[in-house]
């Protein structure tokens, strides 16, 4: 149903930009009941589509769903959403967030590198179609992401059978550890709030300081470290949406929410 609904924005022009399970409602208390996408006032539409698709600079969502891009202060569209539906893929899943730090920048950093794991404590029982579709869907390059209407048909969501990705004895290019999952995102949420902090930067707003301006000076081996050296991905196949997805690190962000839907 998400993906029905976030395909449904994305071929009206609409990207949403603030993506998380708190902004997903339940129609009823019952089992199997309709979703519904909620908060729209970050989103972006754009009313010159096809000249033009929804694109923005705006650093905006929250701190735990935010894409790399959006971190970096790039200029990013409709692939945000599918980033942040990876990060809630994960949270539905595994009961916690797959990016987590109390101070920010050092969450920020976990993003943009990808920094991701799956825990074998919260994984163990969770099929490789799964993970397939969280890592496709968390590419750290936006063009390498799959579209929604590329994951509607993604073998997990149809009920492939399991031996499907047998060839992959690590989907995402990494193993399954015994590391400590980060912590229960229900709890984290009760105790803080559920995205993080509500906060919303534009570039129009003076002195506002890059979201990494002290992440990326010093790394784990106290060296001076620049986003750019981290290079490219392997670009995903066009004809090919469900090839080995190629991997790099990333991890953390939390949140921010205004105003009411842009027009431009």
């Not at 022009?13 to 993506?19: P, T, V």
């Not at 199997?32 to 539409?45: E, M, N, P, V, Y």
């Not at 694109?55 to 971190?71: K, N, Q, T, W």
């Not at 990494?174 to 930067?201: C, E, I, K, L």
Request: glycine share 8%.
């Amino acid at each position: 149903q998400m993906l029905l609904a976030l395909n449904y924005l994305h071929q009206n022009h609409i990207m949403h930009r603030d993506l998380k399970p708190e902004n997903i409602l339940l129609v009823s208390k019952v089992s199997h009941t309709d979703i519904k996408i909620s908060d729209f006032g970050l989103a972006r539409i754009s009313r010159d589509y096809p000249r033009r698709l929804p694109r923005s600079h705006s650093i905006c969502g929250s701190d735990f769903y935010l894409a790399p891009e959006v971190i970096k202060q790039e200029e990013y569209g409709r692939e945000i959403d599918i980033w942040a539906l990876g990060v809630i893929t994960y949270v539905l899943l595994s009961g916690s967030l797959p990016f987590f730090h109390n101070v920010l920048h050092k969450l920020y950093r976990q993003i943009v590198e990808r920094d991701l794991s799956f825990p074998e404590q919260a994984w163990k029982n969770v099929s490789k179609g799964a993970l397939d579709f969280i890592l496709r869907l968390m590419q750290v390059r936006a063009g390498d992401r799959l579209t929604a209407d590329q994951a509607l048909s993604h073998p997990w969501l149809r009920g492939t059978n399991a031996a499907s990705f047998g060839s992959f004895e690590s989907p995402t290019g990494m193993m399954r550890t015994n590391s400590q999952a980060n912590p229960n995102y229900f709890a984290h949420a009760q105790q803080y709030g559920a995205g993080g902090s509500d906060v919303r930067r534009t570039p129009s707003q003076p002195n506002v300081p890059h979201p990494l301006e002290h992440a990326h000076k010093v790394n784990s081996k106290g060296q001076g470290q620049d986003d750019r050296s981290m290079g490219p991905m392997t670009p995903q196949s066009q004809s090919d949406p469900y090839g080995r997805p190629s991997f790099r690190g990333q991890r953390h962000p939390g949140q921010m929410s205004s105003g009411g839907p842009q027009y431009y």
